[in-house]
């Protein structure tokens, strides 16, 4: 640590601003795992973009083991491994059978047959700086899909004109996040850091824009019960045998201020016809 701080002051000082800015980007969804808890119920959520991010951490820590003076990725992803679990293990505790299959398979596809294929193949193909740069990109392409993968709920923002499930607290530690750590890569000239977060960044702005502009915007109003007028069939009195029928809405009379006058004078003129001509039946 004294060589690093001492050679690179800046590098250091983004450093640790990096990790505990992205120590509070890994706790910002922990109100929605407290929903989940409290509802005993995962609602339909998806549990790929924590495999995802769990896979990332991992990843990570390989390359700072073989790249030296890289202890602040060692601690910060180790810090991420551990909630990612525990997000993944709350996951699985309230997810139905079907959600548990899946995201069972694609933790074990992911997190322990790809990765383990990675590690053996670096280890096997590769030796020295060349090891650094194969999994330098090799982190790139999955730092990118980790920042990718809120498309999701990206899409399910502009469908719903709904924030509920893109809290503000994890779009902005996510750019600030992004910012930090691009510029850790910069001052350590490390450009398979840096360039990630450029993507980090970009994905930051747009959810934060898309909160801003939805935020405001209510849940779709639920479908309102339209109540089809009663009818009543009317028995017209032509004679002592004969009979007419007929089928038209009741007339409702609304007991308010604005409508009294008019109903009371409808009232008067029709009532005494209403009594000699017409049997009403409701129904």
């Given at each position: 640590m ?5 050679d ?21 969804p ?6 989940v ?10 549990c790929v973009?924590?495999?995802v ?12 083991l ?10 910060i992803?180790s810090?991420?491994?551990v909630?990612?679990?525990a997000y ?13 299959i ?6 074990i ?22 090891r ?11 730092s ?11 899409r399910?923002?502009?469908?719903t ?8 607290s ?8 992004a910012?930090?750590?691009?510029s ?7 450009k398979?850091?840096?360039?990630p ?14 909160y ?5 915007s ?8 339209i ?14 045998t004969?009979?007419t029928f007929?089928?038209?809405p009741i ?14 004078h ?8 209403t009594?000699e ?5 409701e129904?």
């Amino acid at each position: 640590m004294a060589v690093l701080s001492l050679d690179h002051p800046w590098a250091f000082t983004f450093g640790i601003l990096g990790n505990i800015i992205s120590f509070m980007v890994y706790l910002s969804p922990l109100p929605t795992f407290y929903r989940v808890y409290r509802k005993k119920s995962t609602e339909g959520f998806q549990c790929v973009p924590y495999i995802v991010a769990l896979f990332s951490a991992m990843l990570w820590i390989y390359y700072a083991l073989l790249k030296p003076n890289s202890y602040l990725l060692i601690t910060i992803n180790s810090i991420g491994c551990v909630i990612e679990f525990a997000y993944i293990i709350v996951y699985l505790v309230y997810a139905s059978k079907k959600q548990k299959i899946c995201t069972a398979k694609l933790l074990i596809v992911l997190n322990v047959g790809l990765f383990g294929l990675i590690l053996l193949l670096t280890l096997l193909l590769s030796k020295g700086p060349d090891r650094v740069h194969i999994l330098g990109w090799v982190c790139v392409g999955f730092s990118v899909s980790v920042f990718v993968a809120p498309l999701s709920v990206i899409r399910l923002v502009i469908r719903t004109k709904s924030v509920e499930f893109m809290p503000f607290s994890l779009s902005f530690f996510l750019t600030l996040s992004a910012v930090v750590w691009f510029s850790y890569g910069l001052f350590t000239k490390d450009k398979y850091i840096a360039l990630p977060n450029i993507v980090g960044f970009v994905f930051g702005i747009i959810q934060m824009v898309l909160y801003i502009v939805y935020k405001k915007s209510k849940q779709p109003a639920p479908i309102m019960e339209i109540k089809m007028p009663d009818t009543v069939i009317e028995i017209m009195k032509l004679g002592p045998t004969e009979k007419t029928f007929g089928v038209h809405p009741i007339i409702e009379h609304e007991h308010n201020s604005a409508q009294g006058d008019q109903n009371e004078h409808y009232d008067a003129n029709n009532e005494e016809q209403t009594k000699e001509q017409f049997t009403t039946i409701e129904v």
